[in-house]
């Protein structure tokens, strides 16, 4: 499963176990921070992926849930490790108030680090 390959490369580049991963026939994904499972149709795109990974990431970091500073920072920092800078990742396709927060504070680690303080 190539879902699999990509959340486990990831999972080590941040020191975190990977997610169980779900293929379904619905449409968009998901993530189930009590089993730590992401759930995606199979032909979810990249972006697909690095937005659920990065809700596992910060459930595993800090413990949160939803779309809060903690998950946007995660955002940030995955998709800066799947497409090599998170400039390259497709902000317009994320929700409206990520999109906005993503204009407002750059997309870059720098940026993200920023935000943290």
Do not use: C, Q
């Not at 990249?46 to 809700?55: G, K, N, S, T």
């Amino acid at each position: 499963m190539a879902y699999l390959a990509e959340f486990t490369r990831w999972a080590k580049h941040f020191g975190i176990p990977p997610p169980a991963v779900v293929v379904r026939k619905r449409h968009g994904g998901s993530y189930r921070k009590s089993r730590r499972t992401i759930s995606l149709p199979a032909n979810a795109g990249r972006d697909a992926l690095v937005h659920e990974f990065a809700h596992h990431l910060a459930a595993e970091i800090h413990g949160t849930r939803g779309h809060g500073p903690h998950f946007r920072i995660a955002l940030v920092e995955t998709a800066t490790v799947a497409y090599g800078r998170a400039t390259r990742y497709p902000w317009a396709s994320e929700y409206r108030t990520i999109a906005a927060w993503a204009r407002r504070h750059g997309l870059g680690l720098d940026a993200a680090a920023a935000v943290r303080a």
